[in-house]
């Protein structure tokens, strides 16, 4: 359990790009992170395409926005011509950005106690390679603001063939996606790395916007 852990309902963003980082997102970290307290969030992670916030940028934005925790993540796309994408999620490290090995990146990021999820697996043919050579990620992706229904099934699908967690985020790029898809954990994290005790314990549950709500693991529930 988590260090100085309490029983709670944490509103969880766990996948967000901003202007600064992130060519293809429109919002800036402000309006991000005022959207997500108005709208009741509890913790967020930053994650950009490859690039890492530095740990007193997110110092300073926290000292802006003490309503909510904000912690640090990278999106890395894995591999020279892939359209694989990997979130690391509680590190500042740039030395991430310098590695394209899937196992690398996994095995590092399991070291340094980063939970990792495989994002929109099955948004492009090749998303979701590294399960079939082997290499698992802490969780992957479900539903998301750019992996909808069908996509969703077959993440299901791969989660039960794996016996992988599923989450969903928002993988957010304006504020229209800020209360889309979240997880709701039930107990409080105090660090950005409790975030991985959570998911691998299954002590969450999936939301989105339209009120249906999936557990951790959802293939265990079906008998």
Not at 25 to 41: V, Y
Not at 75 to 98: K, N
Not at 196 to 207: D, K, M, P, Q, S
């Amino acid at each position: 359990m988590c260090s100085h852990k309490k029983a709670t309902d944490m509103k969880i963003q766990l996948h967000l790009h901003t202007s600064v980082y992130s060519a293809c997102a429109k919002a800036t970290p402000d309006r991000l992170m005022k959207k997500l307290i108005e709208t009741g969030f509890d913790a967020v992670f930053i994650t950009e395409h490859n690039a890492v916030w530095r740990e007193w940028e997110i110092e300073r934005l926290q000292q802006r926005y003490p309503d909510i925790k904000i912690y640090p993540g990278v999106e890395i796309t894995v591999g020279q011509e892939s359209f694989q994408h990997l979130l690391v999620l509680g590190t500042v490290d740039p030395a991430f950005l310098e590695m394209s090995d899937e196992q690398e990146i996994l095995e590092e990021a399991r070291a340094r106690g980063h939970l990792t999820i495989l994002a929109h697996p099955f948004r492009w043919p090749d998303g979701h390679d590294m399960l079939d050579r082997g290499n698992y990620p802490d969780a992957i992706e479900y539903r998301t603001s750019n992996h909808g229904t069908e996509e969703g099934l077959q993440t299901l699908q791969a989660a039960e063939r794996f016996n992988l967690p599923v989450v969903n985020a928002g993988d957010v790029h304006d504020l229209d996606m800020v209360d889309s898809f979240w997880i709701e954990a039930e107990w409080e994290i105090f660090s950005p790395d409790d975030i991985r005790e959570i998911i691998l314990e299954g002590a969450y549950t999936n939301f989105m916007l339209e009120g249906a709500s999936l557990p951790a693991r959802p293939h265990e529930e079906v008998e």
